[in-house]
């Protein structure tokens, strides 16, 4: 799966997850603003941390030699 | 610039919106006003007598008063503590008393306690001397019958049993026992027994010897069980004894001995018959005494049972009451003595609450003059008030630690919910141990009710009340550890094989030169063909420096658009063009671009040397790049970027004082002009406010504090970014002591044995409960609150508010009674 593909999975998750958090917690349009906040500042840092990790991998400059232990 | 219309307000974004009132209570209902407002809790008091001492206030005596009354339940407390009686877990539900009756009632019950406690202790005193007579008069008779050996007597026993109890203590001389009934003999021998404490024996005996030159004869007998002492109410160790003497000045040296030693004598009878009787009497004494003594503590235990039944609601009641004295003592008398006047901060939402409740006081206090709320400027900032439920609560405190926010500015406890959850789990990712700080916080969030109502030591307390702060990060740990592809160290291809392979079908060269790539990366995570490889910590450095750098470089950019927010809420368009710019110009001219330097380098795998690109950048812009160039064009790019981020330390430090002074004189100078005409109205038609801004703009001190506030910015941004590879300085530490720890527990299971695996298991298990769970959980934690309340907060938070704290009585803790 490519870096786009999954980059909108985790866009797709996040819209999903703000959407039933206005369904189970619809307390108010303050709250409702916080909520969504909180849910798009996760998704936002899941994602960076995702896409910091697997852009690393995609053309590495060194390769794992295995250790005699192995 | 105010995007408030367009959008819903946040209310954890800025404190609310503060109101400062004015009360004028008229004194039939001040007290009412005063309670009802207090189980309101909305509004904060303002000590009006803040000058005056305690003694000198309003209400003084009452709070005397309410003092005494919480002293004598403390009273209560204690005794019933003392009697070990169960505390009442419902208290009853008695209607209301009053304050008055309340006073009057406690006054009664402690003089009744006092009256059955000193009753008791006298009884319990009689007991106790009664219970060393006896023994006295057992144990001293044996000595008289042996000693009376040869004398007439009717009842005249050669005890053998009587001479083994005898301890003869070594005396010099022995005097011949011819003892007699009163009517003194021709030796004149009498005796003195008594009862003494064990430890003090020998020296009693020595001494007594040493004062009558060794004319007397000591006879010593341990009693057999320990007694109560009189005096000291101690269970002791006691030996009865008899001392023989004769003469006048003997009897008075040894009963002086006896008081210093704190001996007890008491009188036995020399004839057998009134010994019997005497023994006889005491016995029958001492029965009659357990029976009062027994019905003395069954009528104690009934009173205070009673008294505990509702000890609580009093105690509660008095300390709400001291609570109200305490704020009434904050109000003023106005001129007519008639009403009280107030003044105090409530937040806006508030004010129908509150004017409800003051109406209700009126009400009910039959007044005929109704309460007088109404608004007022003020001339300090207002207090800081964010509500917060139990979830916010533990993050609002986590920022408030480090400083209150002030007056509506941008509250970032709103990002740090989940910043803070996310930054600690980058520095301990391991689902291992995520799911471990899982399950302790779910069992802290089940037994919420119950371990909210308990009273807990400290540590429990505080992780009690950080307990969804522990489930965020247990989840964060989570996701984290799923990343690194770390359980308790050991990766495992959860998310399909890996992306290397060796080279060709024997795998020989796997050792020397490694695998190789063949498709697509690792699709979530890091691959797990890494872990146990020579080339993993490079690999791993050089992602977690990286990954540290962007991370950090976010942070701070949010920081800096959050200022960029607060600038636009309180117009300060002096803020947004002279310092947010710049600022932006160069943390991202510098740390910005080498974000995507670092970017650029993963997408097309360059060997360029980013270090080297940075530097050289500073040291010789013109040169050229050679290999290390990422992209084209970049020369001229790094050399706009170097000049631009030139140009902006400039720009952040010296327009804005020199604009400052500008608008200030404007100001001053449009007063002036338009008071000439009128120079005798200037202090009447001046507002107060107006007053004190007229006092003189101290430019040097402007320009110094800028110059500071810049400095900090530009010197912070090369700081602060390297403060953020702390990320990876902790996770590479987790990530060693987690691989060391499952090493241990893998050698251990390689042997057959079961004692050594169980031993390996052990030291596992404690390790991983004592050294990671606990000691890198509280290491993580403590880095990721640097982190943000330094290098996130620096940015934009002043936090030089103070807290609200209104009158509550929820508020009121057991420390105020």
């Known amino acids: 799966m490519g870096f786009s593909v999954t980059t909108l999975i985790f866009a797709m998750v996040g819209l999903i997850a703000s959407l039933s958090t206005r369904i189970c917690f619809n307390k108010g349009p303050s709250a409702n603003l916080l909520h969504l906040t909180l849910v798009m500042t996760a998704t936002v840092c899941c994602w960076m941390m995702w896409a910091i990790v697997y852009l690393a991998q995609m053309n590495p400059l060194i390769v794992p030699i295995l250790s005699e232990g192995e | ?817």
């Open chain 2, 1 to 817: 610039m105010n995007y408030g219309d367009t959008f819903p307000e946040m209310d954890l974004m800025r404190s609310e919106k503060m109101s400062f009132v004015q009360l004028i209570i008229p004194v039939e209902s001040a007290h009412r006003a005063i309670t009802y407002l207090g189980e309101l809790g909305l509004l904060q008091f303002r000590d009006l007598n803040a000058d005056k001492s305690p003694f000198q206030r309003t209400f003084v005596n009452q709070v005397k008063r309410c003092a005494e009354m919480s002293r004598k339940l403390r009273f209560f407390k204690d005794q019933i503590l003392r009697a070990s009686l169960p505390s009442s877990v419902h208290p009853g539900m008695r209607p209301d008393i009053e304050l008055e009756e309340l006073e009057i009632q406690l006054a009664e019950h402690e003089y009744e306690l006092n009256e059955m406690n000193s009753n008791s202790e006298k009884l319990q005193n009689s007991f106790n001397e009664l219970v060393e007579y006896k023994i006295v008069l057992e144990k001293a008779g044996d000595f008289l019958v042996s000693s009376k050996g040869h004398l007439v007597d009717e009842d005249r026993e050669l005890d053998e049993h009587a001479y083994l109890n005898n301890d003869y203590s070594d005396a010099t001389s022995l005097l011949e026992l011819e003892l007699q009934p009163e009517p003194s003999s021709l030796t004149g021998l009498r005796f003195i027994s008594g009862i003494i404490s064990q430890s003090k024996v020998m020296r009693f005996e020595r001494i007594l010897f040493r004062a009558t030159r060794g004319n007397i004869l000591f006879n010593q007998s341990p009693a057999d069980d320990p007694i109560m002492d009189p005096l000291s109410t101690d269970m002791v160790e006691k030996t009865v004894f008899v001392v023989f003497f004769s003469g006048e000045q003997a009897k008075s040296k040894i009963l002086k001995i006896c008081e210093a030693f704190g001996a007890n004598c008491y009188p036995v009878p020399e004839d057998m018959t009134k010994q019997r009787q005497l023994t006889r009497e005491v016995l029958s004494r001492l029965s009659e005494l357990e029976i009062t003594l027994d019905a003395g503590i069954r009528h104690r235990s009934k009173a205070l049972t009673s008294i505990n039944f509702y000890l609580t609601k009093w105690l509660i009641m008095v300390k709400r009451e001291k609570a109200v004295f305490d704020t009434l003592n904050m109000l003023n008398f106005d001129v007519t003595k008639k009403c009280l006047v107030g003044e105090g901060w409530c937040p806006i939402f508030a004010k129908v609450q509150i004017q409800e409740a003051l109406r209700r006081a009126t009400f009910d206090s039959n007044s005929q003059v109704g309460i007088i709320f109404h608004a007022m400027d003020a001339l300090e900032a207002p207090p800081t008030y964010f509500r917060t439920n139990s979830f916010t609560n533990a993050y609002q405190e986590i920022v408030d630690a480090y400083g209150i926010a002030r007056y509506r500015e941008a509250n970032p406890a709103v990002y740090t919910v989940i910043t803070f959850p996310f930054l600690f789990a980058v520095m301990s990712g391991d689902w291992g141990h995520g799911i471990c700080l899982l399950v302790g916080a779910l069992y802290l969030i089940a037994r919420e009710s119950k371990l909210g109502s308990q009273k807990l030591g400290s540590f429990m307390e505080m992780l009690f009340g950080g307990r969804y702060v522990l489930l965020l990060m247990s989840m964060f740990s989570i996701y984290c550890g799923l990343i690194y592809n770390e359980f308790f160290s050991v990766p495992y291809h959860i998310f399909g094989s890996s992306a290397y392979r060796c080279r060709d079908n024997t795998c020989s060269d796997a050792y020397s030169a490694g695998l190789i790539k063949f498709r697509d990366p690792y699709p979530f995570g890091i691959d797990p063909s890494w872990r146990g490889s020579r080339s993993e910590l490079p690999f791993l450095n050089s992602l977690k420096m990286k990954m540290s750098i962007l991370l950090g470089v976010s942070q701070m950019n949010l920081g800096i658009m959050l200022s960029y927010f607060d600038a636009c809420f309180f117009g300060n368009s002096l803020d947004i063009k002279y310092q947010f710019v710049p600022q932006m110009i160069f943390l991202n001219s510098l740390f910005g671009y080498l974000s995507l330097l670092i970017l650029i380098k993963w997408c097309t795998g360059s060997q360029a040397d980013l270090y080297h690109v940075m530097i050289y950048m500073f040291l010789s812009p013109f040169d050229k790049l050679g290999e290390n160039q990422l992209f084209w064009g970049q020369s001229v790019v790094q050399v706009i970027l170097l000049l631009a981020a030139l140009v902006a330390v400039p720009w952040m430090l010296f327009p804005k004082p020199f604009i400052l002074k500008k608008l200030h004189s404007e100001r001053f100078q449009g007063q002036t002009y338009g008071f000439l005409g009128t120079s005798e109205m200037d202090s009447d038609s001046e507002p107060g406010s107006a007053r004190q801004h007229i006092e003189e703009f101290n430019f040097s001190e402007i320009f110094v504090h800028q110059m500071i506030h810049s400095i900090e910015f530009v010197l912070g941004a090369v700081s602060n970014t390297a403060s953020y590879l702390r990320l990876w300085a902790l996770s590479l530490a987790h990530s060693e002591l987690s691989t060391t720890t499952s090493k241990i527990l893998y050698i251990n299971f390689g042997y057959d044995n079961i004692i050594i695996r169980l031993v390996g298991l052990a030291v596992f298990v404690f390790a991983t409960a004592f050294i990671l769970l606990m000691m890198e959980t509280l290491s993580a934690f403590l880095h990721a609150l640097r982190l943000h309340w330094v290098e996130f907060q620096n940015k934009f938070y002043h936090g030089d508010g103070y807290k609200f704290k209104p009158f509550s009585f929820a508020t009121l803790t057991d420390d105020d009674v």
